[in-house]
């Protein structure tokens, strides 16, 4: 009997606002069969979007990243840190920068709020986004993470966040692949295999393109 597994590709969602940070934000759900399912968030800062200050080696920019994620409207867990950009050498190779975090959370519905502040302009005004996430994954099915889109991978020497089986995943995070992009590079999670088809069953996966008009 065959099974078919939907997997569904999360959107990237722009975030700028005239005279505020700009960014590209984006979101991947996994399971841990073991422990508990987790969120994990993705964001690329652009450089030049942001302010720079003189710092030993030549200029740095930083923001500040609050999250907020609520559940039935209270405040479920959430973060608030300062994100520091690579140390520039002047205005004219100024670059872009990314950050990912995760957070442990159950079975449920909530919602995702992230504020961005330039630390070295207070007088930016801060963009606010927010995004609906449904975590639903069941011990009895087979399931599948997020596809998360990649820039590069690597295998991993020193575990960080960036780290999943056993290799060091870098987010591509821009919403556009430009035409001298030669690769589609993604990475997913399936569960409930041994559960569904038997332990140490073989399988396929299938993928394709479509144009998001056909969908």
Do not use: C
Request: no cysteine; charged share 20%.
């Amino acid at each position: 009997m065959k099974k078919y597994v939907l997997i569904f590709v999360l959107g990237w969602f722009f975030l700028t606002s005239g005279a505020s940070v700009t960014a590209y934000f984006n979101y991947g759900v996994f399971n841990v069969p073991s422990g508990s399912p987790f969120i994990e968030t993705y964001l690329t800062v652009i450089g030049n979007s942001i302010r720079h200050k003189a710092v030993n080696g030549g200029i740095q920019g930083s923001v500040n990243v609050k999250v907020l994620i609520t559940k039935g409207g209270e405040l479920y867990t959430g973060d608030n840190y300062n994100l520091f950009g690579p140390v520039d050498k002047d205005t004219l190779s100024i670059t872009s920068f990314i950050d990912n975090h995760r957070y442990a959370l159950p079975n449920g519905a909530y919602t995702i709020e992230i504020t961005l502040t330039d630390n070295n302009d207070p007088s930016k005004k801060s963009f606010t986004y927010k995004e609906n996430v449904v975590i639903n994954y069941s011990k009895n099915e087979m399931s599948s993470s997020s596809i998360q889109a990649l820039e590069s991978y690597n295998k991993t020497v020193n575990q960080s966040s960036i780290s999943k089986s056993g290799y060091d995943l870098i987010p591509y995070n821009i919403n556009y692949y430009p035409e001298k992009q030669s690769k589609l590079l993604f990475y997913m999670e399936t569960y409930g295999t041994d559960t569904v088809l038997g332990k140490g069953q073989s399988f396929v996966y299938q993928y394709h393109i479509e144009r998001k008009e056909d969908m």
